[in-house]
T-cell receptor, first 113, second 116 residues
Framework: SQQGEEDPQALSIQEGENATMNCSYK?????LQWYRQNSGRGLVHLIL?????REKHSGRLRVTLDTSKKSSSLLITASRAADTASYFC?????????????FGEGTQLTVNP | KAGVTQTPRYLIKTRGQQVTLSCSPI?????VSWYQQTPGQGLQFLFE???????NKGNFPGRFSGRQFSNSRSEMNVSTLELGDSALYLC???????????????FGAGTRLSVL
């Protein structure tokens, strides 16, 4: 079962608008990551935020993390049609050795030109 | 550097058969993970290999197995295929830079398996 739950499941906006996606998780984490997946392809890493960080920026992306609420949000500003994709949060749990990301169920973002 | 390469891209098999999928990680990456993606279950972790040893394992039956070679290339095998095994199988590699608490995964394009 997926640890993360993402909200909303689907989001449709116009080019130029901002898009916000939310992610909740259940266990203590080392870090939380966001990935993008274009239809039927592999995932691409977007940004990583460590458990001791509250906010991080990368270009048009802004990620926040609230460990007390076990939640994170991804904001894409000034969206473009090329941002149309599925977005997943993934948690790297505290105490696990090696790699074992747990992915949320994803948000399907559609940006209309 | 070349990215993560998965072969084949598409596979069609029938129930009861077995299948082997291959993954070549990014040069220098020693950790290789496998994920199954389906519309109903989402992305689920199968297993992770590091230095030819399975280091983590997800909740999949024993029909799903894997291995890693000395050059870090990895294979995943599914025996006695079932209809529910139809999925996109994704391989990801990472540097396993645990000292900085980073575990960024670099994904291949996936192998689309259809079981008829």
């Amino acid at each position: 079962s997926q640890q993360g739950e993402e909200d909303p499941q689907a989001l449709s906006i116009q080019e130029g608008e901002n898009a916000t996606m939310n992610c909740s998780y259940k266990t203590s984490i080392n870090n939380l990551q966001w990935y993008r997946q274009n239809s039927g392809r592999g995932l691409v890493h977007l940004i990583l935020i460590r458990s001791n960080e509250r906010e991080k920026h990368s270009g048009r992306l802004r990620v926040t993390l609230d460990t007390s609420k076990k939640s994170s949000s991804l904001l894409i500003t000034a969206s473009r049609a090329a941002d149309t994709a599925s977005y997943f949060c993934a948690t790297d749990a505290w105490g696990t050795s090696g790699s074992r990301l747990t992915f949320g169920e994803g948000t399907q973002l559609t940006v209309n030109p | 550097k070349a990215g993560v390469t998965q072969t084949p891209r598409y596979l069609i098999k029938t129930r009861g058969q077995q299948v082997t999928l291959s993954c070549s990680p990014i040069s220098g990456h020693r950790s290789v993970s496998w994920y199954q993606q389906t519309p109903g279950q989402g992305l689920q972790f199968l297993f992770e290999y590091f230095s030819e040893t399975q280091r983590n394992k997800g909740n999949f039956p024993g029909r799903f197995s894997g291995r890693q070679f000395s050059n870090s290339r990895s294979e995943m095998n599914v025996s006695t295929l079932e209809l529910g095994d139809s999925a996109l199988y994704l391989c990801a590699s990472s540097t396993d830079d645990r000292g900085l608490f980073k575990n960024i995964q670099y994904f291949g394009a996936g192998t689309r398996l259809s079981v008829l």
